[in-house]
T-cell receptor, first 113, second 114 residues
């Protein structure tokens, strides 16, 4: 079945620095690549996504880059702020699995003021 | 999302008891999902449904059951066969026509054993 891995599992940065989280997947038929943010005790919320016909997408301080050949995509957060502290999950999906979704194990980001 | 309502927010189960978690959505989404989240862990898929009257097992379906009689409702029953049910349960939905759409989550139900 689909294998999804996230790295690192924990990331600590100083406020204002950049953070990068990588998601590696095994299903070459994956065509949808979202990132979700979950604050403590809250629901996960989509923060950015990309589809397989695009290599990069940016939304203010957040960007996602996709390398379909290597089967990985990354979340980039620039000028980090304390409110960026949360757990981030990737959840690639594609035609092979249909609607079945495998989430990565999550990356806990700490932004130190 | 305001469009997905999970209830109750907290639930306690006694030994040998079945309990049902409610999930209702008014987003007109065809697909709905149930996930289990243990402390400090990721989301694991229990069941999902792409359309009314149809549902599929996820990775950890044992000890759980679901029904999908209405488009807007996808209740999850935690049966007595689930020996370690204490967790945070999240319901989600997405547009059902294609799989490349985001999931929208409810606020979750915390289930504990008495």
């Amino acid at each position: 079945g689909e294998n999804v891995e996230q790295h690192p599992s924990t990331l600590s940065v100083q406020e204002g620095d950049s953070a990068v989280i990588k998601c590696t997947y095994s299903d070459s038929a994956s065509n949808y690549f979202p990132w979700y943010k979950q604050e403590l005790g809250k629901r996960p919320q989509l923060i950015i996504d990309i589809r397989s016909n695009v290599g990069e997408k940016k939304d203010q301080r957040i960007a996602v880059t996709l390398n379909k050949t290597a089967k990985h995509f990354s979340l980039h957060i620039t000028e980090t702020q304390p409110e960026d502290s949360a757990v981030y999950f990737c959840a690639p999906r594609g035609n092979t699995g249909g609607f079945k979704t495998i989430f990565g194990a999550g990356t806990r980001l700490f932004v130190k003021a | 999302d305001g469009g997905i309502t999970q209830s109750p927010k907290y639930l306690f189960r006694k030994e040998g008891q079945n309990v049902t978690l409610s999930c209702e959505q008014n987003l007109n989404h065809d697909a709905m999902y149930w996930y289990r989240q243990d402390p400090g862990q990721g989301l694991r898929l229990i069941y999902y449904s792409q359309i009314v009257n149809d549902f599929q097992k996820g990775d950890i379906a044992e000890g759980y059951s679901v029904s999908r009689e209405k488009k807007e409702s996808f209740p999850l029953t935690v049966t007595s066969a689930q020996k370690n049910p204490t967790a945070f349960y999240l319901c989600a939905s997405s547009i059902g026509t294609v799989s490349n759409q985001p999931q929208h989550f409810g606020d979750g139900t915390r289930l504990s054993i008495l």
